[in-house]
């Protein structure tokens, strides 16, 4: 498992709330955070339920020479104070004591936002499986559920979207790209995100992210760049299942998929609402034909922060050889509006995730960001 912080999508940027960057004094403190060394949580001090604590965010610290032990042996969850609502568990890389994660969610029953980061959330057995299903039985609330580097076994995913209760709003499933295992797409869930789309959904992330870039040679996630998205036959009929449930969507990103110009197009007419859009699409013969696509009829008039991972076809590729710059330029820019893109306000786009650009319109002109 990575151990470090996954890389933040250009479109969960625009989506996300800002941040305030001022130090908060500890009487204010409104988040705990906790490293682990061992399953047994601390006991919170009396005044910390009268704190208005909502965020709690829970890091293993465990050495890896004593995880397997440390699943086996007892462990202990007190009382938690009924105000949280946000929590974060990262780090896990190996799950949870079978039961760990049930009393974790019999002390926070009011959760709404949940984030998990780089973990085998249903371990590696029939018990520790259930105990996660469970914990996800007792969040009636969930509006919000964040899946970073989340492993587990086959028809785990599937599960959970039948477990997850009818409150949820948003959901982000992100995987980092792994260049050194040649498997890495047949570990992602991909034919079993379709179970989570439903009615009452409004934002849905589905994406695989670039490793983070380092000087070490003998590191071959650091060295090498960019991605490999999975192919659309694997998604499920994801696309088709969004023309019956993607009429209230007002941010999709679908960027984990390789889609054509016909699914773009199916996509965004199922999808009137959306705001926010990030696509993996084949490009042949250049960025025009991705924009008419969808532009056409209008349908793509409420776009406003699009992003675009493109895979290049042949003849892309060779015009790239030839000179043609591999971005976006102002012609092709100010033509979208011409394409029924008018709305179109920020745009990046890059070739399986490297050599991004972004670009943003002010008024009636586009400008390349540094």
């Not at 969610?105 to 936002?113: A, I, N």
């Not at 000087?215 to 490999?228: A, C, F, K, Q, S």
């Not at 992003?307 to 979208?336: H, M, N």
């Amino acid at each position: 498992m990575s151990t470090s912080t996954p890389t933040t999508s250009f479109l969960a940027t625009k989506a996300s709330d800002l941040v305030s960057q001022t130090p908060v004094p500890p009487s204010q403190a409104r988040t705990a955070q906790i490293p682990l060394q061992t399953f047994n949580l601390p006991t919170f001090p009396a005044e910390a339920f009268s704190a208005g604590l909502t965020s709690l965010i829970l890091t293993s610290d465990i050495k890896l020479d004593d995880y397997q032990s440390l699943l086996a042996q007892p462990f202990s969850v007190p009382d938690l104070p009924s105000t949280i609502t946000s929590l974060t568990l990262e780090l896990f890389s190996l799950g949870y004591p079978p039961g760990f994660l049930t009393e974790v969610g019999q002390r926070l029953p009011g959760l709404k936002s949940l984030t998990l980061y780089s973990q085998l959330l249903a371990g590696t057995t029939p018990h520790s499986r259930d105990d996660a299903l469970t914990f996800f039985r007792l969040q009636t609330q969930l509006a919000e559920i964040h899946l970073l580097d989340v492993f587990a076994g086959d028809g785990f995913y599937a599960k959970l979207a039948a477990t997850v209760g009818p409150a949820l709003r948003f959901l982000e499933i992100n995987f980092t790209y792994r260049h050194s295992d040649p498997d890495f797409l047949k570990s992602v869930p991909s034919k079993e995100l379709v179970a989570f789309l439903r009615g009452g959904l409004l934002g849905l992330t589905a994406s695989i992210s670039s490793p983070d870039v380092t000087e070490d040679e003998d590191d071959r996630e650091g060295t090498e760049v960019g991605i490999l998205p999975v192919d659309i036959k694997d998604s499920g009929k994801l696309v088709e299942r969004l023309r019956s449930v993607g009429g209230e969507m007002v941010m999709l990103d679908l960027t984990m998929f390789n889609l054509d110009l016909e699914a773009v197009g199916i996509l965004v007419g199922a999808c009137p609402k959306v705001k926010i859009l990030g696509i993996t699409v084949g490009v042949e013969k250049g960025w025009g034909e991705l924009f008419e696509a969808l532009g056409k009829g209008g349908r793509g008039r409420g776009i406003e922060v699009l992003e675009v991972v493109a895979v290049p076809g042949v003849a892309f590729v060779e015009r790239i050889k030839q000179g043609e710059t591999a971005g976006l330029s102002q012609d092709v820019l100010v033509a979208t509006g011409a394409a029924g893109c008018e709305g179109l306000k920020s745009v990046q786009v890059s070739i399986l995730r490297t050599h991004a650009e972004q670009w943003v319109r002010e008024g009636d002109e586009w400008a390349l960001e540094a």
